[in-house]
């Protein structure tokens, strides 16, 4: 065994109790570990529940179980875990206060994390602005968000991140609203700095190229359960799983994923107005969720899938098709 990871996340389960209805399981009994300097990927469609295990894990909501341990530890005081586990968001101009400045937006959580005082907090904030490549410091500590591009808006949320220096760090998407020909320098930025501060680094993304050029690992999710996970370049290029094969077909490259993810969010549209009865019946069955959209679905898939090895490298894939031998 290496050193403990950074954040363990054990059984992780959130429900959404909605006025009327049943209540819906965004995430159910996800386990996961991110280790310093590595990046893990997290990848799955809309509304697989990739945000709400984000959330979790940033007490932005709570969870109705499991358990996540920073440091090794359970219950860490919020002061000391917010500090710790650090988030970027999808849209930099949402995460921006459009009223201050960059400078202010960075000398906050400097001075609240005690990792600046009033004498050199001028000083960290220029450090941290051209750690994200940005500057010349002075002016752009001056700028408000406004005035700034998309990425540039981006790094000075990378930046904020930075400031109480972070184990942890959660993307949540940070580059899908972004320009494309910009996406892949805020990415390899990213990278950088979790290579030089030793982050733990999960990247939420439904973009399966630049997990597997950014993630050492992936993991992925369908509506609340990992299906399957393992080394970037095993998952991605020898997907198991008949949902995370669905996903590899349809990423962009491979022929007709267009016209795929067009149908996929007219039937999401259509889907979200009318959750039938029968929906949450399932939801709340122990099965396998994907087996009503499986080509390959068989009786017992109305039980729980079982975690099988697919390889010695950590290669999993949660499904019975792979279960020979582990069969009922
Ligand atoms: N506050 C909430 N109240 C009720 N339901 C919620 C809430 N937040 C999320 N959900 C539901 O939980 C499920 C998972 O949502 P989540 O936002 O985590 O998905 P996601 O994988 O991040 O999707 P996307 O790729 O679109 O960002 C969805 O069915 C969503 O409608
Ligand atoms: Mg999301």
Known sequence: MTETPVLEVDGLTVDFTRRGTASLRAVDQVTFALEAGHTLALVGESGSGKSTVVRALSRLVVPSAGEIR???ARGVRDRAYRRAVQMVFQ???ASLNPAHTVGHHLRRPLLVSGRATRADV??????LLASVNLGPTADVARKRPHELSGGQRQRVAIARALAPEPAVLLADE?????DVSIRLEILALMDRLKEQ???ALLYVTHDLATARHFAADVMVMYRGQI???????????RPRHPYTQLLASAAPGAAGSRERA??????????????????????????????????FAMDRCA???PVVPIAASGHEARCWLHAEGTGP
């Open 303 to 305: 039980r729980r899938p």
């Open 122 to 127: 001028e000083a960290r904030t220029a450090e």
């Open 227 to 237: 299906v399957e996970r393992g080394p970037s370049d095993e998952v991605i290029l």
């Open 70 to 72: 920073l440091g090794g």
């Open 197 to 199: 501060r030793r982050l």
């Open 91 to 93: 849209d930099p101009f």
């Open 174 to 178: 940070p580059v899908s609203m972004l």
């Open 262 to 295: 067009r149908e996929e969010r007219a039937a999401r549209l259509a889907a979200r107005g009318t959750r039938t009865a029968e929906v949450r019946e399932e939801e709340s069955g122990e099965g396998c969720r994907f087996r009503a959209r499986c080509p």
